[in-house]
């Protein structure tokens, strides 16, 4: 059983930082999974944040480019998000996401979520 736990989230003030952290409990997923990171806002649709392929390229929501920045180490297993000069438009449920389609087959596992507030 694939398991991702998102954890880092926390209570920031505008133009402050933040590093959420997924860990995932097998070894094969980080290296070859797309790893996204999603957010869901109070009363909006879930957004993608930011993907990064299993060949190290990455994609940035517009409104994220240039503050925030993803990436992961195979040697832990995990995927990191680091959130720099954070707006109160950023605040949301950040969620890790993995996927994988292989032979015809996708996987598809999420973490539990980890909360960011920006907030002064």
């Known amino acids: 059983q694939v398991r991702l736990e998102d954890s880092g989230g926390g209570l920031v003030q505008p133009g402050g930082s933040l590093k959420l952290s997924c860990a995932a409990n097998?070894?094969?997923?980080?290296?070859?999974?797309?790893m996204t990171w999603y957010r869901r806002a109070p009363g909006k649709q879930r957004e993608l944040v930011a993907s990064?392929?299993?060949?190290?390229?990455?994609t940035y929501a517009d409104s994220v480019k240039g503050r925030f920045s993803i990436s992961r180490d195979n040697a832990k297993n995990s995927v990191y998000l680091q959130m720099n000069n954070l707006e109160p438009e950023d605040t949301a449920v950040y969620y890790c996401?993995?996927?994988?389609?292989?032979?015809?087959?996708?996987?598809?596992?999420w973490g539990q979520g980890t909360q960011v507030t920006v907030s002064s």
């Open positions: 097998h070894r094969s997923i980080v290296p070859l999974y797309t």
């Open positions: 996401n993995a996927r994988r389609t292989w032979t015809g087959t996708t996987n598809d596992y």
């Open positions: 990064l392929f299993s060949n190290d390229t990455t």
